[in-house]
Each structure stands twice: as structure tokens, then as C-alpha cells.
């Protein structure tokens, strides 16, 4: 499985970006799409999350200010963020979470940086 994310790059505090992740295989196969991140010197957090049926998910800091969505024709996840703050700089990770009856497996990306100056 292989996760292609992109779209990272530098804003300004107040300003906006949109990630984008290209799982291989249909986006039916995954039980859920996320996105993570990793500042400097920090362990990895959940950014927010989308299940098949397209419920989501978010973590406290982002509530309102980031919004995760999917194109099933177009076999995408996106991270719309808006109202970027310094504190969202990190590498942002696209995870796909495959489960069955007996396992689940998760799958990462390689990584997309984005940068918010103030």
C-alpha cells in the first residue's frame, strides 16, 4: 500500500493550505483515512479522521479551523486547513487504517511539511 500526500509548503499565520493523499487501491478498502502530524521534537498526534461512512473526527486544536474531507471519484483525502497558526508547523502524515476480522493494518505516507511563520 502506498499513501502519497502533498500539498505542504509555507504559509502565514491566518492564512490557509490544502493537503491532499492518494492511497493506492479504491478509498472502500480503508476502514479509516487520517492525518497526523509531528512537530519538532514532539511525538505524533492525531490531526483528524474519516471513516468509510464519512464520519469524522478532530483533535481539540484544530476543531473549527481544519476540515478533513474525501473524493470517492477521485480516490482522494484532503486536509483543508484554515487559520493556520505557528503551532501547526509539523510534518503532516496521511494514515489509512485497513481492518478485517482478524487484523488491522496501518499504512503511512511519507510525510508533507508545512511551515506557518508568524
Known amino acids: 500500500v502506498q499513501l502519497q500526500a502533498s500539498g505542504g509548503g509555507l504559509a502565514q499565520a491566518g492564512g490557509s493550505l490544502t493537503l491532499s493523499c492518494e492511497p493506492s487501491?479504491?478509498?472502500?478498502?480503508?476502514?479509516?483515512m487520517s492525518w497526523y502530524r509531528q512537530a519538532p521534537g514532539k511525538e505524533r498526534e492525531l490531526v483528524a479522521d474519516i471513516t468509510t461512512g464519512g464520519d469524522t473526527n478532530y483533535a481539540d486544536p484544530v476543531k473549527g479551523r481544519f476540515t478533513i474531507s474525501r473524493d470517492i471519484d477521485k480516490n482522494m483525502v484532503y486536509l483543508q486547513m484554515n487559520s493556520l497558526k505557528p503551532e501547526d508547523t509539523a510534518v503532516y502524515y496521511c494514515?489509512?487504517?485497513?481492518?478485517?476480522?482478524?487484523?488491522?493494518?496501518?499504512?503511512w505516507g511519507q510525510g508533507t511539511l508545512v511551515t506557518v511563520s508568524s
Open positions: 494514515n489509512a487504517q485497513e481492518t478485517t476480522a482478524r487484523n488491522t493494518w496501518n499504512y
Open positions: 487501491g479504491s478509498l472502500y478498502m480503508y476502514s479509516l
